[in-house]
């Protein structure tokens, strides 16, 4: 099928949407820390949460109206969610491979899925900040790292694409990089670093925790040779040792905002322009049969109007984001 893309969707600030991330479930078998702090978020109603068709639908009218070809599903955990094979079945069948299907995981499931995945050309990010079963545990509240990195492997060996992605903390994993890069080289798979951001978390716990991308880079060429090879969608790509490459998001110290093409709608239905904007969009209401697609479009299209500037907007102003909802609920 050829995309008719009618509308470009874009914001005030002139940026295109051109990448939707969609969170299956606000459900989660880990509780990370730092993704939900010592406060309880109260779960999404199941009754709320977008039905398999509602999110096929979605998918088919940001393609077909907004010619937008990337997706990634998120969550909670999306391999938690019931009727997720229904879900990527739906969008292969009706947009077939002009759409490119991303999914982020804790890996604690992802050999039950890896096949599947694999099948159907689904690319995966595992989410791995430790290598260590205590830290892990630290970590996430649960056991279970034995099952990511073996999950890692087994899915490595089917031929599915793969990537690591580690979300750095200090006095927490920051002396786990080298070993880590070594996972990647030896595992072949390439790992992104992620600067922790100041969503929905005791600020005081963010300032303890955080640490840049610079410092991290001190620390490896203190032991390693590096090269800063460029930058790659919000990705800043290095060399070390002349073999490996690593990527960092920097969100903190290196703002993407001005290039953000990102928009998300949460299990619920919500939109949601910014991680740093605490307001959703409801669209879930205008999913009935009795509202036109033309109605849909242009309320996603005004919505979309309003995405805010981002971090970058915090960071010149030197403040700091609200308490809002929590990543489980956004999707992260
Ligand atoms: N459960 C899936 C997973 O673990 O990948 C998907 C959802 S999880 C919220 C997505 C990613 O967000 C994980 O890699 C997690 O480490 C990251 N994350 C959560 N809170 C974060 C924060 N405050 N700063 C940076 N990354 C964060």
């Known amino acids: ?44 109603p199941k009754r709320e949460i977008l039905s398999v068709e509602e999110i096929i639908y979605l998918v088919s009218i940001f393609y077909d109206k907004f010619g937008i070809k990337k997706f990634r599903f998120t969550g909670g955990e999306p391999l938690l969610r019931h009727g997720l094979k229904e879900i990527i079945l739906g969008v292969r069948k009706n947009l077939g491979d002009y759409v490119e299907l991303t999914i982020t995981t804790n890996g604690i499931f992802l050999k039950n899925f890896a096949k599947f995945l694999k099948d159907t050309k689904v690319r995966v990010n595992v989410s791995l900040d430790t290598l260590k079963e205590e830290r892990f545990k630290k970590i996430t509240g649960c056991y279970g790292l034995s099952n990511v990195i073996s999950a890692i492997d087994y899915a490595k060996n089917l031929g599915l694409q793969l990537k ?42 963010w300032r303890k925790h955080f640490i840049s991308e610079e410092e991290i880079l001190d620390t490896i060429k203190k032991k390693h040779e590096l090269r800063f090879l460029g930058i790659e969608g919000i990705e800043r790509i290095y060399l070390v ?20 093409s990102r928009i998300r709608i949460s299990s619920e239905g919500k939109i949601y322009l910014c991680l ?4 959703g969009y409801d669209i879930k209401k205008f999913l009935r049969p009795e509202i036109k697609e ?26 700091l984001p609200e308490f809002g909802p ?6 992260g």
Do not use: W
């Open 294 to 319: 033309e109605e849909l479009c242009n309320i996603i299209s005004d919505v979309v109007k309003f995405k805010p500037e981002g971090f970058i907007k915090f960071k010149e102003e030197g403040t």
């Open 1 to 44: 099928m050829i995309s008719n893309a009618l509308k470009k969707l874009n914001d005030l600030f002139g940026r295109e949407i051109n990448y939707l991330r969609i969170s299956l479930t606000d459900r989660c078998n880990l509780n990370c820390f730092y993704c939900e702090p010592s406060r309880c978020y109260e779960k999404f």
């Open 276 to 279: 740093f904007d605490h307001k």
């Open 241 to 260: 040792d002349g073999g490996v490459e690593i990527g960092f998001i920097s969100t903190v110290s290196h703002p993407f905002c001005k290039g953000c």
């Open 164 to 205: 690591i992605n580690t979300v750095l903390l200090r006095e927490i994993n920051d002396d786990e990089i080298p070993e880590l890069i070594n996972f990647s080289r030896e595992n072949e798979v390439k790992i992104r670093f992620i600067e922790f951001m100041p969503i929905s978390i005791d600020l005081n716990l």
């Open 326 to 331: 929590v990543m489980k609920q956004v999707g």
